[in-house]
């Protein structure tokens, strides 16, 4: 059973920058990890995702050019760097793992079998 941990949600203004860690219990169950976000009142959506082993990422249009997935190798933890965030940013952001096979075209939910518990990101204007 993998465990995953966020951390790093914060109340900051608009512009302004957050990292976001995801901490695992374990890297040999998954493969590709990813991170999700769920505002109130919305569904669940893709943010970015990374490989486990290969460095490739992927991203979201809303998290293009203003977020960067990385996965540190020497720990078991993957962070989303958020820069230039905006009021609509505010969501829980959770962190996804899964066991995936050739091209991560998009981020879905329900591809995902391990998850954390979410923390809270919240962008004022």
């Known amino acids: 059973q993998v465990q995953l941990v966020e951390s790093g949600g914060d109340s900051v203004q608009a512009g302004g920058s957050l990292r976001l860690s995801c901490a695992a219990s374990e890297i040999r169950s998954w493969n590709f990890m990813a991170w999700f976000r769920q505002a109130p009142g919305k569904e669940r959506e893709g943010v970015a995702g990374?490989?486990?082993?290969?460095?490739?990422?992927f991203y979201d249009d809303s998290a293009k050019g203003r977020f960067t997935v990385s996965r540190d190798k020497d720990s078991n933890v993957v962070y989303l760097q958020m820069n230039s965030l905006k009021p609509e940013d505010t969501a829980v952001y959770y962190c996804?793992?899964?066991?995936?096979?050739?091209?991560?075209?998009?981020?879905?939910?329900?591809?995902?079998?391990?998850w954390g518990q979410g923390t809270q990101v919240t962008v004022s204007s």
């Open positions: 990374t490989w486990r082993d290969a460095g490739r990422t």
């Open positions: 996804a793992a899964r066991v995936a096979f050739g091209t991560v075209k998009d981020l879905r939910p329900d591809d995902y079998k391990w």
